[in-house]
């Protein structure tokens, strides 16, 4: 069930709860099919949000998937740019720019696709917070958070990197191993994002502190701080996740893309010390089932089908070429390198 807003509706969407009058009348039933009327009703009323049934939400969501993607990388970009400038964050275009990405991100469905696609749009800087943000989003709905805690996922995932506007280019971007005093500066982007958002009154502490903590590691491994144990908090932790699987799975100047399952490697490893246990858990668990029955490309240059998930190995599951199964948890040479669209 999604909580959406009136103006975004279309008709044909069921209603995923009752819905009373202000002097506690029912106005209309759960189940029912949102029409033109119902609309008019909802403005009378001046009520402005309704929880509608996923699944048609999903049918009937009015803007397109690589709209709002496109106009969300419009968006980063220029609060991004302004911030370089030194000009204040024009926090109402964020929150905006959450709510139009809250209502693309369903349980299920095919994001990861539709990411996929979307993923060489624009700059890795760019591209990666809208992503972050749609991950972040995403596993708030699967850890079942509600929507005021969504929102404040959403919106530290669109901003996790923002500190990075202030690192110069040819460190950003440059292909070859960074030195150690390149990455220090790299590592201040932590800094710097958390002195430009925490300045800011109309973020929360909770997004603020995501942005500082987001590369902190429970090992003390992490920074800018490095101290073990690190109190990251629930956002942190979240974005931590999200920031590292986008990280992976997407084309950098300095690495290629990598496979989904390799990040959930990663991830996987990482749930042991590193990063909070129960969300990359969540976060491994989903992406492996996701792709059972999808057509992937091995390491031995064949193409197959991925069958089974292995529960005690998610990440290494059983694939089948023609007639012969790998099971990639013992047959530990062969990875998959890429899912086939
Ligand atoms: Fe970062
Ligand atoms: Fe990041």
């Known amino acids: 069930m999604l909580k959406l807003k009136v103006s975004s509706l279309k008709p044909g969407v069921k209603l995923g709860k009752d819905i009373y009058t202000s002097d506690s009348q029912l106005l209309l039933p759960k189940g029912t099919v949102i029409t033109d009327e119902a609309l008019n009703a909802f403005a009378r009323r001046n009520i402005k949000e309704v929880f509608i049934m996923e699944a048609s939400a999903r049918m009937k969501s009015q803007k397109k998937f ?27 275009e964020i929150s905006e720019t959450v709510d139009m990405l809250m209502e693309q991100v369903f349980d299920e469905g095919d994001l990861f696709k539709q990411m996929r696609m979307m993923k060489d749009k624009d700059d890795y800087l760019f591209t990666h917070s809208v992503n972050v ?11 079942k958070c509600d929507d005021k805690e969504i929102k404040s996922l959403g919106i530290a995932g669109l901003l996790h990197d923002i500190g990075k506007i202030f690192i110069p280019d040819k460190i950003l971007n440059k292909p070859d191993k960074l030195t150690e005093r390149e990455f220090e500066e790299i590592k201040k982007h932590t800094l710097m994002g958390y002195n430009l958002v925490g300045q800011n009154e109309t973020i929360s502490t909770e997004v ?16 800018p701080i490095g101290s073990k144990g690190a109190q990251m908090g629930f956002c942190a932790s979240v974005v931590a996740v999200a920031d590292v699987y986008d990280a992976i799975t997407s084309r950098r100047i300095y690495s290629s893309k990598q496979s989904p399952y390799a990040a959930a490697e990663v991830l996987w490893n990482e749930s042991f010390g590193k990063l909070d246990a129960r969300i990359a858990k969540v976060f491994y668990d989903k992406i492996t089932n996701f792709y059972i029955g999808n057509e992937v490309l091995l390491s031995n240059n064949q193409k197959g089908v991925v069958v089974y998930i292995n529960p005690t190995q998610p990440t290494r599951p059983i694939v089948m070429v023609d007639d012969v199964f790998y099971d990639l948890s013992t047959d530990r040479n062969i990875t998959i390198l890429e899912i086939i669209d």
């Open 133 to 143: 943000s749609l991950l972040c989003i995403l596993i708030g709905r699967w850890l």
């Open 66 to 92: 690589d709209d709002v993607y496109v106009d969300s990388l419009d968006a980063v970009k220029a609060f991004m740019f302004e911030a370089r400038l030194g000009k204040p964050l024009e926090v109402e």
């Open 208 to 223: 603020a502190n995501a942005v500082l903590m987001h590369h902190e590691r429970l090992d003390g491994s992490g920074y």
